[in-house]
């Protein structure tokens, strides 16, 4: 049978890498509880981790994987499609050459991350219509961020680049900071 070659971008791989390898990964959270207790959280969705190694042989060796890591140095995700793994939007995380070049036969491995296209989205909405404010201020726009499952208030502060107690104090209808809820609102700035 006859598979179908790689391809990422715009990047079609001459001939598919000699290994390749799918892990799931999914973040979990622990925290502790009174008493000497601890209670897990997810963390969100879990994502695949695509790794593999393969060789460029010939006199354009050297010159194809040149090729591949200009793709490499592009921004942002891209469509990964592959004969045997679910195509999907990744990000290039990891080319290496794994020895030395030689003029006619190069051995590289790489590594891809699924993007499963659920970035936060930040939403503006005018202060006197947010929950938890107080009409009137300087009339400055507050952002809102919507909780989502496995979303923790330390995660949504990194998220955003504030601190965690600022994070708090601006959200004073949140009586458990350990515990929030999907749908809930939360002022990010």
Known sequence: MELTPMRYKDYVWPHNPETYSVTWQRKIAVHKVPFGRYCMQEMGPGYRVMRGEGTFVGTSAYQEFQRLAAVFDQDGAGMLTHPVWQAAQAHFVSLQLTEEPMPDYVRYA?????????????????????????????GAAAVWYTVKKGDTLWGIAKKYGVTLQSLIKANPQIKNPNLIYAGNQVRVK
């Open 110 to 138: 790489f590594e891809f991350w699924e993007d499963c296209g659920q970035n936060a989205e930040m939403t503006a909405v005018s202060t006197a219509n947010s929950p938890g404010t107080e009409a009137g201020g300087s």
